[in-house]
């Protein structure tokens, strides 16, 4: 692995802390806004169809979403395994990891083709006009062609940020946007594809973005060749709770849209619309917490634990900072971001609300996210997983029920809801940090001595006393 491959060979100073984390997340930050606005330019072409247009895109999107997200966040502790290699210095096993990485995210595909074609015929039932069923079907459909595409270059962007590598991640998500908008153009507007044509420009985007991974880590994919059996079981063992989780934690939040749905389409085009700009306002805080779980992990692997509050104190503030920013556009300027979005009074009006319930849950949201990284980050990963789980499917859903529908306040109740899942679990995982009850996890992240890693990389021996030296409490 080049020195320019490997942009982060050690943690860094205390006070090049700031400078790092920023460094670091802002291509996080791009890149994932580049994919919000890839959904939100859907939204956009659609949205001049109509209502039922805009539901099925919405439900449509959020259900693709759900069905990738076992297979996303198993390939997430390939990132967290790679983040701890490169803090102990044992950067030569990075290829061999990202090639299991990839092989883990290709079987995960086989999976996730049979559980889709599986929920397809329930779809058909998701609203109670039938326009909207057959389109959010069709939607569904064209996407999963995807799924290949989307779970290899997760994979690759996961391990590029684990070695410290956010720019090329950022450039080939840039260039998959660049992609989508014209072709929206393309097969919605000038070839009258409606729905269909929206999904059929995301699929060429993703084309595009797995292109640009590929090319980046020719590298890494050059192991596949030799890939190491006992690695790709390594990552999925790691990785199941991170699957598990992220699935759960979603569907939860999928629940959600499929009661708002059952309330009709105008509730769900709202819903829709405050999702998208929700995007893009969370989205650089959940960069934030990306880049602080990559630096933490390789602080842990190099055990300078006192690096740890550091790391979280700067991303915290830089989230609440920024949270409080967007939070006032979007109290200053509700309807005229709305109507961006589309030209139904109705629906503005009832996003507009929305919008303040979103407001209010931005900076919990910041504790949220940085808490809930920093920890899967420290090894404490089983504990987030049921924490997060747990808080998502005792408030989201029930919530949404009683607010939303027994209450009457439909789509804004089911906000509410989210609010207080948001809430309780930052509380949740911030009393564990505190507590330090995650130092007796912190180990199970490291790579065991074994006969197919290389034996002259550097080795960091730490003794075991080590674990709680330099570690103070955050707060």
């Not at 929206?184 to 973005?209: E, I, K, M, P, R």
């Not at 005792?394 to 009683?402: F, G, K, R, S, V």
Request: charged share 10%; proline share 4%; glycine share 10%.
């Amino acid at each position: 692995m080049t020195a320019r491959k490997l942009e982060s060979d050690h943690p860094p100073l205390l006070g090049q802390i700031p400078t790092k984390l920023i460094g670091l997340a802002w291509p996080i930050a791009l890149s994932m806004l580049s994919y919000s606005v890839m959904t939100a330019v859907d939204t956009l072409f659609v949205g001049r169809i109509g209502a039922e247009a805009i539901a099925a895109v919405g439900l449509g999107g959020l259900i693709s979403f759900t069905l990738l997200t076992f297979g996303m966040g198993l390939l997430r502790s390939g990132k967290v395994i790679v983040a701890h290699a490169v803090g102990a210095s044992r950067q030569r096993e990075v290829p061999g990891l990202a090639a299991a990485t990839v092989v883990v995210s290709l079987l995960s595909t086989v999976g996730t083709c049979l559980v889709t074609l599986a929920a397809v015929p329930f779809l058909g039932q998701a609203f109670h006009e039938p326009k909207a069923n057959q389109l959010i079907v069709s939607y569904v459909v064209i996407r999963s062609v995807a799924l290949p595409l989307v779970l290899v270059a997760t994979a690759l962007r996961e391990l590029s940020q684990g070695v410290g590598d956010s720019r090329g991640p950022m450039w080939a998500a840039v260039s998959a946007n660049l992609v989508n908008i014209p072709l929206n153009a393309l097969f919605v507007l000038h070839c009258g594809w409606g729905v269909a044509g929206s999904a059929w420009a995301n699929v060429l985007a993703q084309l595009v973005d797995l292109a640009c991974l590929a090319w980046q880590r020719r590298d890494w994919l050059r192991e596949l060749t030799r890939v190491k059996w006992p690695l790709v079981k390594l990552i999925t063992l790691r990785g199941w709770p991170l699957g598990a989780e992220m699935f759960l934690d979603v569907s939860a939040f999928s629940a959600l849209g499929l009661i708002l749905a059952r309330l009709g389409a105008i509730e769900m085009a709202s819903h829709q619309i405050a999702l998208q700009i929700c995007h893009l306002s969370i989205l650089p805080i959940i960069a934030l917490g990306e880049a602080a779980s990559v630096m933490v992990g390789q602080a842990a692997g190099a055990r300078r634990l006192d690096q740890v509050p550091r790391i979280l104190q700067v991303a915290i503030l830089s989230g609440v900072i920024f949270s409080t920013s967007t939070g006032l556009v979007l109290l200053g300027f509700p309807l005229a971001i709305v109507s961006a979005f589309t030209p139904d009074p109705a629906v503005q009006r009832l996003t507009a609300i929305v919008l303040y319930v979103v407001v209010g849950f931005q900076i919990a949201f910041s504790l949220y996210c940085i808490g809930k990284c920093g920890l899967r980050a420290l090894g404490d990963i089983r504990f987030v997983a049921i924490a997060t789980v747990t808080s998502a499917w005792i408030c989201t859903p029930p919530l949404a029920l009683i607010f939303g529908r027994a209450l009457g306040w439909g789509v804004v109740g089911g906000w509410c809801g989210l609010a207080i899942e948001i809430t309780l679990a930052s509380l949740v995982y911030w009393v564990r940090y505190e507590r330090g009850t995650w130092q007796k996890h912190l180990g199970t992240l490291d790579l065991p001595e074994s006969a197919y890693f290389a034996r002259n990389d550097v080795e960091c021996e730490v003794s075991g006393d080590s674990l709680s030296l330099g570690v103070r409490p955050l707060l």
